[in-house]
């Protein structure tokens, strides 16, 4: 099992950036994807960004591209969101998870292939 912690959330302006990042403990972190996902209130939880567990593989969804970059440092157990040029519509809770299969090399974007969820970490952006 493994246990994921998010921080960096807080409330920006537009046009903002934060940073976003989410530490595993447990099981060896290394081997497995990782996602980000978010959840407005009253919205259904939506895909973010991902990337494989070597790293060399990503994805972004439509609404983020261009404006977030998810890496890893898997000597820290350590997965980043980093969000610029932030807007109203980022603001919800954001989640990070691991995929459900080790040695993925791809960057999936649906929301059960993952688990291990985090807490969450707040995110608002003020217009």
Do not use: H
């Not at 409330?11 to 950036?17: P, R």
């Not at 973010?48 to 890893?72: E, N, P």
């Not at 993925?104 to 291990?116: E, V």
């Amino acid at each position: 099992q493994v246990q994921l912690v998010e921080s960096g959330g807080g409330s920006v302006q537009a046009g903002g950036s934060l940073r976003l990042s989410c530490a595993a403990s447990g099981r060896t972190f290394t081997y497995y994807g990782m996602g980000w996902f978010r959840q407005a209130p009253g919205k259904e939880r939506e895909f973010v960004a991902a990337i494989s567990w070597s790293g060399l593989s990503t994805s972004y969804a439509d609404s983020v591209k261009d404006r977030f970059t998810i890496s890893r440092d898997n000597a820290k157990n350590t997965v980043y969101l980093q969000m610029n040029s932030l807007k109203p519509e980022d603001t919800a809770v954001y989640y990070c998870a691991t995929n459900r299969a080790a040695y993925s090399g791809s960057a999936y974007t649906a929301d059960d292939l993952y688990t291990n969820w985090g807490q969450g970490t707040q995110v608002s952006v003020s217009s």
